[in-house]
């Protein structure tokens, strides 16, 4: 990961934990994101690039200086309306999975730290295009558990303890995990293994075990633990927190028992890159390969990014999908079929900014943005994760 994406990463950290209320946590993400952007003005000898670094830079200082004086503070909370006995088991019955219902305000502070991030996503898998056989997996790992523990026990089916997810950027991945918890109605606890490697070293073991603790304080839950291959990689550096890390974190899966609710999806980019030890049988159960889009769920996606605009007559979905197959330079990612739908909506309103003309988006502002937008998935990459997959005998 580059500089910059480092500085957005941790920007991005600073406004979920404003957010959520945590403003000592926001400063230090501030702080950290600046530094990121100091050194790319360091090195950099393009004046150009140099504005860029230094127009973030005021920007995220202005933000920092807000926090500090108080004129930026954290949403209120909206007040939880208290429900009666008798309206909590009308509620249970009209949901189809019996979950245990845990409101933002009931996740204790702990298990909001600034290396996690605990949250109630209000996106389901109806929100996800495609990726039916991913759904089904998760569906199955989760709602199993949270349905029918009793069923599991008296057949002697030992609930899924971890799935993996791996595949190439951009192919919704996050996403899916997100929409699952949705779909389900319970806490999604996001682990951030940059903080987790870099600022807590002298911690490390603590800070894994707290998270298995909210996992099974918040139970039925999910751990979401992306970019695993940074925290559990196939070859160690010589320093010791990350063996400590894996260390924690492996007697920590073996550890997890039946009926404890939870479970945990790890997620990667680079399988390749990860320490073969962690999917060992009984530590990660399922091992999932989320593919670059085929036609259906191209079709699907623009459908999705298109649903709430409006298009003109000529707007051929079909042909949409022909014009991104597969070529020799490659696949588009999910993202990528994003980033060609918000291209073609810039175009309408630049034609607003124009006349005053809110018009439909046409066939020819999403072919204009399919010429202009790469595609992001080498056919060299796919190979590669084929090839991991016979190596390790993955289905």
């Known amino acids: 990961m580059g500089l910059y994406d480092e500085a957005l990463k941790f920007k991005k950290l600073a406004e979920n934990a404003i957010?959520?209320?945590?403003?000592?946590?926001?400063?230090?993400?501030?702080q950290i994101a600046i530094s990121k952007l100091e050194a790319l003005e360091e090195i950099s000898e393009d004046p150009t690039l140099k504005a860029i670094w230094e127009r973030g830079k005021k920007n995220l200082l202005m933000l920092l200086e807000g926090l500090e004086s108080g004129t930026i503070k954290p949403p209120k909370k909206i007040p939880m309306k208290k429900i009666t006995p008798r309206e909590t088991e009308v509620s249970i019955r009209k949901v189809s999975?019996?979950?245990?219902?845990?409101?933002?305000?009931?996740?204790?502070?702990?298990?909001?730290?600034?290396?996690?991030?605990?949250?109630?996503?209000?996106?389901?898998?109806?929100?996800?295009?495609?990726?039916?056989?991913?759904?089904?997996?998760?569906?199955?790992?989760?709602?199993?558990?949270?349905?029918?523990?009793?069923?599991?026990?008296?057949?002697?089916?030992?609930?899924?303890?971890?799935?993996?997810?791996?595949?190439?950027?951009?192919?919704g991945k996050t996403y899916v995990v997100k929409a699952a918890a949705g779909e389900f109605r319970i806490p999604l606890i996001i682990v951030d293994p940059a903080t987790l490697m870099s600022k807590w070293l002298g911690e490390s073991e603590k800070m894994v075990a707290k998270i298995f603790s909210c996992a099974r304080r918040l139970a039925p839950s999910i751990v979401?633990?992306?970019?695993?291959?940074?925290?559990?990689p196939r070859q160690v550096s010589g320093s010791e927190a990350p063996k400590r890390i894996e260390a924690q974190l492996l007697q920590e899966l073996d550890g997890i028992r039946s009926g404890e609710g939870f479970i945990v999806i790890f997620a990667t980019n680079e399988p390749w890159n990860l320490n073969p030890a962690l999917i060992r049988a009984n530590r990660v159960d399922k091992v999932i390969y989320v593919p670059p889009p085929d036609d259906e769920m191209r079709r699907k996606l623009f459908e999705l990014y298109l649903r709430e605009v409006k298009l003109a007559d000529d707007v051929d979905f079909d042909e949409l999908v022909r014009e991104t197959k597969p070529n020799s330079e490659g696949y588009y990612s999910a993202a990528a079929i994003a980033l060609i739908c918000n291209e073609a909506k810039k175009n309408v309103l630049r034609h607003y900014q124009k006349t005053g003309e809110l018009r439909p988006i046409t066939m020819s502002d999403l072919l204009e943005a399919i010429k202009k937008t790469r595609r992001d998935i080498p056919l060299g990459l796919v190979e590669k994760y084929d090839e991991w997959k016979k190596e390790y005998f993955i289905e």
Do not use: H
């Not at 845990?102 to 295009?129: G, K």
């Not at 979401?224 to 559990?232: A, S």
């Open 224 to 232: 979401f633990i992306d970019e695993v291959d940074k925290v559990f």
């Open 97 to 171: 999975v019996k979950t245990r219902k845990v409101s933002m305000e009931e996740i204790p502070e702990e298990c909001r730290a600034d290396f996690l991030y605990t949250s109630i996503p209000d996106v389901t898998f109806n929100d996800v295009a495609g990726l039916d056989a991913v759904k089904q997996e998760l569906r199955e790992g989760i709602e199993w558990q949270i349905k029918y523990p009793e069923i599991l026990k008296q057949l002697g089916l030992r609930p899924i303890k971890g799935i993996l997810l791996y595949g190439p950027p951009g192919t």
């Open 19 to 30: 957010r959520r209320g945590d403003i000592e946590a926001a400063k230090k993400y501030l």
